[in-house]
């Protein structure tokens, strides 16, 4: 059991109220979306009238919905908001992409893991002529891409196995993996090293390499992309100290330990 501010005091009942409905989203995010009344109490440790009054407030304001098994699931008005959020966190990372960029020369990204698909929420493109390009929103299987890869050997490894699933995974080219137990095989050595990567995995030609972003308050990894000769040419060990640099510190940054500076105005 995880206790979610039981005891907590707050700044007055309206505000205790509020920081105990943001627990129960997260725990419902945690579980992947769907918990009963009793799981959702057992789980945040608050007793079952608090659990009552806070749910019928969150479906009656649309944050919350009841399924046809009497299950709790996160509602549809979430997505409005979790689409906002993704655009506003490409913007505050902007500068640390921007820096990735010119430190590497190559395509700097930042994606998220979510629903078991990595979705690209940040980029700033390589000022070569040959270069790497993927549209910002863009939804990907995490398998063969590095960012994918990298967040997934974060998970525990049967949360890692049950978003592969047990089926061959879709081969993209001849160098996909597409075995899902030699894919978890690899995720202890993703951690050991700290990065992640795509060698022609996705797209012939194209390697690429992803750092995790620590802190981040959702599971986030940025990469740069490249002509497979180019990013092999850069010594690995340097290219992945300064992402792992850029990293921690754009993790401080979306994780709050930094204040966030205001999102840059739209071009």
């Known amino acids: 059991m995880v206790a979610v501010n039981a005891g907590s005091n707050g700044t007055g009942g309206g505000v205790q109220s509020l920081e105990r409905a943001f627990d129960l989203l997260e725990l ?24 009552h009054r806070l749910v019928r407030t969150l479906v009656s304001l649309g944050y919350l919905r009841q399924d046809a098994s ?12 979790g689409e906002t959020a993704g655009r506003l966190l490409g913007s505050w990372a902007r500068p640390y992409l921007a820096e990735l960029m010119e430190t590497t020369g190559e395509t ?14 940040g980029q700033v493109p390589s000022r070569h002529s040959m270069r790497m390009f993927t549209e910002v929103g863009r939804r990907v299987q995490p398998h063969c891409t590095a960012v994918g890869k990298a967040l997934l050997a974060q998970l525990p490894e049967a949360d890692a196995a049950r978003v592969l699933g047990g089926r061959p995974l879709a081969s993209h080219t001849e160098h996909t993996v597409t075995d899902p137990a030699e894919l978890l095989a690899q995720f202890p ?3 050991a090293r700290g990065y992640a990567i795509d060698d022609q995995e996705q797209e012939l030609g194209v390697r690429c390499v992803a750092v995790v972003v620590p802190g981040a308050p959702t599971a986030t990894a940025l990469s740069i992309s490249g002509p497979e000769a180019r ?19 754009l993790g401080r940054r979306l994780g709050g330990t930094d204040p966030l500076p205001e999102p840059p105005a739209a071009d």
Do not use: C, F, H, K
């Not at 995010?29 to 007793?47: I, K, N, Q, W």
């Not at 930042?110 to 690209?120: C, D, H, I, S, T």
């Not at 990013?231 to 510190?249: F, L, N």
């Open 28 to 51: 419902l995010a945690d579980a992947g979306g769907v918990l009963t009344l009793s799981e959702l109490a057992a789980r945040s440790g608050l007793p079952m009238p608090t659990i």
């Open 70 to 81: 009497r299950r709790y699931t996160l509602g549809p008005r979430l997505i409005r908001l």
């Open 108 to 121: 700097a990204n930042l994606a998220v893991l979510e629903a078991g698909e990595v979705v690209y929420v």
């Open 189 to 191: 050595t993703i951690r």
């Open 231 to 249: 990013i092999r040419a850069m010594e690995e060990g340097w290219m992945t100290g300064r992402m792992q640099e850029i990293a921690v510190r």
